[in-house]
């Protein structure tokens, strides 16, 4: 069972997405802020990471350049999970525009992961 | 030669100069000449005339004399024989024939009357004896001749008894005289009775009040006479008349020669006054050219070279000492440019400066470092307090207080003062208005950061509200439920327009939306947005007709442009009920022309002008029929001006579809 981490201080989101994903039968991880994502990261070694761009202390953006830095977390591949209008400039494996939309958060889980 | 120049003076009072002897000359000789002439030629002619007088009076007497010698002739003693008067006519005869006399001889008896005669007629003619008696009558009319004559007669005596026995009479013709007469080619003289007006000779104008002796003139003639006063003759007179030419002809000749001479000296005093003149006007001239050709060029270095010693030379020698007195100046004048444009410049450097400031310090910093040296500033300084040497300018705003002290090398002039007051209150302006501009700034940061966080906490709990209705669409089982969850996503997502909207447009207002250039082909551009718009204008059963796709590639803000196309399709779709949607792309000079034609209801040409007038204007015509904040054209228009293009609208009017059409350039 493949297992997703879930970068977001949005708790209705992690909630929403937790749902989705369990429902087409992934297994699941939450973090709530940047720094618990980075250490259940480190733990868990996720196959997938959906990232929130926009959080308090340790944002996406530091989370992602953490990530990198460390051999073990760095070849995990990140999905960002964002309202930001410019996604297209930060190098990532997937996109995911807020507001979600179900079959696409589903269709680019399963072309990044399988 | 100049007409005016000095040179033609000189020669013109040169010629004046040597004309006047010459006709003062002219004058005095030829005049006094003339009357030195005349002079002498009478006095010549009287000598002459003199002489002829003596002459005519000696002829006269000896003619008497020798009719006294005649009458003592034996043959007179006739006159008492009669018959025997031939042999006297023969002596007659003989007489005058000898003595070639103009005139008739002519005897009579002691009765008076004519016995002989050399003119026949004459005899037995009885004369006057108190006629005969008078030994001489001058001119007279002598009845039995018909004629004038004058006379001479001497009684003849018999040789016997001495016994008066008649008178032997000479009767003169005036013609007697034509032998003391001339004609010349200069001259003629003539014998001239006055009481008869008669001229023995040429016939010469004479005065009335014609004196013993003297001369006249008339016209071209001088006539020179005298009286012949004489016991005989008594009022004849010898007129010796002389052509004026004849005379002066020396002194004319004399006059030729003198002119010509006079004006040969004329001559030459012009020549050398000229040559002189030209010494003179030389250096004059060439001080002038060179005075004009230093007008012309500018070119002070320039010196007359003139050596002389006279007065020409040292007014050379003073134009040269002006030129170089100028040059001077000139040169002083120049420097003095130089640095003030030098201080002007650096004025002007400092003032960028400051002007390009970002800081209030740094205003401060600038003015204590660029004016030291600048004028006679010695220091410049940031106090807190004012101090009591040199000049100090107070600077007072809200985030600064204290004076900016100059410390001066010397006492300060007026216009420095007032030049050094300018500054301050130049610095003291600029700072207020980087205060000003900081407040601003940190007051768009603030509203920026604001509505930043507001489109973050506004669209957070939207976004899970139309997520969780998406859920239970999928999830749910029951139809009623799935009907309930799908019009919470509904409206959800318009809320979310609405609320994009909003901010969209807040940003805009806030000055807060930024413009990313970055280049892509257009394909990507168009095939985003298809995709984006393709379920919706399926499920209305229309048709999206696409643009040829090209490998057009623009350089222009990618998420603005793609928002306003989106808007257009959004709002052609919301509008358009059958038919299709056509994207259409064309090129023009630069420019990127897109376009968005809809089949839909079209617009009114009296709204089309309100179209894109945002909210603030009210009366949107669309925002009364159709849901929406009515922002979405206005946001479009913001948007394309800030890539530097326009949007126009286009329709036939209501029922007949809509065009939008906007060009951005190509980079």
Do not use: C
């Not at chain 2, 930043?452 to 509200?465: A, G, K, V």
């Not at chain 2, 029951?478 to 447009?505: C, P, Q, T, V, Y």
């Not at chain 2, 000055?511 to 984006?532: C, H, Q, T, W, Y």
């Amino acid at each position: 069972m493949k297992k997703i981490l879930i970068i977001d201080d949005n708790q209705q989101n992690r909630l929403l997405i937790k749902m989705i994903l369990q429902r087409k039968g992934y297994s699941v991880i939450e973090a709530e802020s940047g720094e618990i994502g980075l250490s259940l990261a480190y733990e868990h070694t996720p196959d997938l990471i959906i990232l929130d761009m926009m959080m308090p202390e340790v944002d996406g953006w530091e989370v992602m350049e953490r990530l990198k830095k460390d051999a073990k977390t760095k070849n995990i591949p990140i999905i960002i999970f964002s309202a930001l209008d410019d996604l297209e400039s930060i190098d990532a494996d997937g996109f995911i525009p807020k507001p979600v939309d179900i079959n696409k958060l589903i269709q680019t889980v399963s072309e990044v992961i399988g | 030669m100049r007409l005016k120049s000095i040179k033609y003076k000189i020669v013109l009072s040169f010629l004046v100069a040597s004309l006047i002897p010459y006709i003062a000359s002219i004058f005095l000789v030829f005049k006094k000449g003339e009357e030195h002439i005349i002079n002498n030629i009478i006095d010549q002619q009287y000598s002459q005339i003199t002489f002829l007088k003596k002459t005519i009076l000696r002829d006269f007497n000896s003619l008497h004399t020798e009719l006294s010698f005649w009458s003592e002739n034996q043959i007179l003693n006739d006159i008492l024989v009669d018959d025997i008067d031939k042999r006297i006519q023969k002596f007659l005869f003989s007489i005058k024939e000898n003595k070639n006399i103009k005139g008739i001889l002519f005897v009579t008896n002691a009765s008076g009357m004519i016995i002989s005669s050399t003119e026949k007629s004459l005899i037995g003619k009885n004369i006057p004896l108190n006629y005969l008696e008078n030994y001489f009558s001058d001119i007279h009319y002598f009845e039995p001749l018909n004629k004038d004559i004058l006379k001479l007669s001497v009684p003849v005596y018999s040789s016997f008894q001495n016994q008066k026995i008649g008178y032997l009479v000479l009767a003169l013709y005036p013609e007697y005289f034509s032998q003391y007469t001339f004609s010349t080619r200069n001259s003629i003289n003539s014998i001239y009775n006055r009481k008869n007006r008669l001229f023995i000779g040429s016939e010469i104008p004479v005065p009335k009040d014609i004196k013993d002796e003297g001369y006249f003139e008339f016209g071209n003639f001088l006539t020179i006479y005298k009286k012949i006063d004489d016991t005989y003759l008594r009022d004849w007179y010898i007129l010796l008349q002389l052509n004026k030419e004849s005379i002066f002809l020396p002194l004319k000749s004399m006059e030729i020669i003198f002119t010509v001479v006079a004006l040969s000296g004329v001559g030459i005093i012009l020549i050398l006054s000229a040559v002189v003149a030209s010494r003179l006007v030389k250096p004059v001239r060439l001080l002038t050219e060179t005075a004009d050709h230093i007008s012309k060029t500018k070119d002070y270095s320039i010196r007359v070279s003139i050596e002389s010693e006279d007065e020409i030379g040292i007014l050379a020698k003073a134009f040269n000492n002006m030129l170089s007195e100028i040059q001077s100046a000139l040169e002083k004048i120049k420097q003095e440019n130089r640095e003030r444009l030098r201080l002007f410049t650096k004025l002007i450097e400092i003032i960028n400066k400051i002007t390009s400031a970002n800081s209030e310090i740094e205003v401060i910093n600038i003015v204590t470092q660029e004016l030291e040296g600048f004028l006679n500033i010695k220091k410049v300084e940031f106090t807190r307090e004012r101090r009591s040497s040199g000049v100090n300018i107070p600077v007072n705003t809200e985030s600064l207080k204290g004076f900016i002290h100059f410390d001066l090398k010397r006492d300060i002039t007026s216009e420095e003062e007032q030049f050094l007051k300018s500054i301050g209150r130049m610095i003291n302006l600029y700072i207020e208005r980087l205060e000003l501009l900081h407040k601003a700034q940190s007051a768009s940061r603030a509203k920026s950061a604001f509505i930043s966080n507001m489109s973050h906490e506004l669209r957070t709990p939207l976004n899970s509200i139309i997520g969780f209705a998406q859920y239970l669409q999928m999830a749910e089982t029951d139809e009623e439920n799935i009907k309930a969850a799908k019009s919470i996503e509904l409206a959800g997502r318009h809320l979310l327009d609405m609320i994009n909207d909003i901010l969209d447009f807040a940003k805009i207002e806030a000055g807060a939306v930024k413009v990313n250039k970055r280049s892509f082909p257009v394909k990507k551009l168009i095939d985003e947005i298809s995709a984006m718009v393709q379920p919706l204008i399926q499920e209305k059963g229309l048709k999206l007709i696409l643009p040829e796709i090209t490998d057009t590639v623009i350089n222009t803000d990618y998420r603005l442009l793609k928002q306003v196309l989106l808007n257009l399709l959004s709002n052609a779709v919301k509008f358009t009920e059958e038919g299709y949607i056509k994207i259409d792309i064309r090129k023009d000079n630069g420019k990127i022309y897109f376009s968005v034609i809809d089949t839909g209801i079209g617009i009114s040409k009296e709204n089309i002008g309100k179209l894109f007038k945002d909210f603030t204007q009210l009366e949107n015509p669309l925002q009364k029929k159709y849901k929406g904040t009515g922002l979405g054209l206005a946001i479009s228009k913001k948007y394309i001006e800030l890539l530097g293009g326009e949007i126009y609208a286009y329709s036939e009017g209501e029922g007949k579809g809509t065009k939008f059409e906007f060009y951005i350039p190509l980079k």
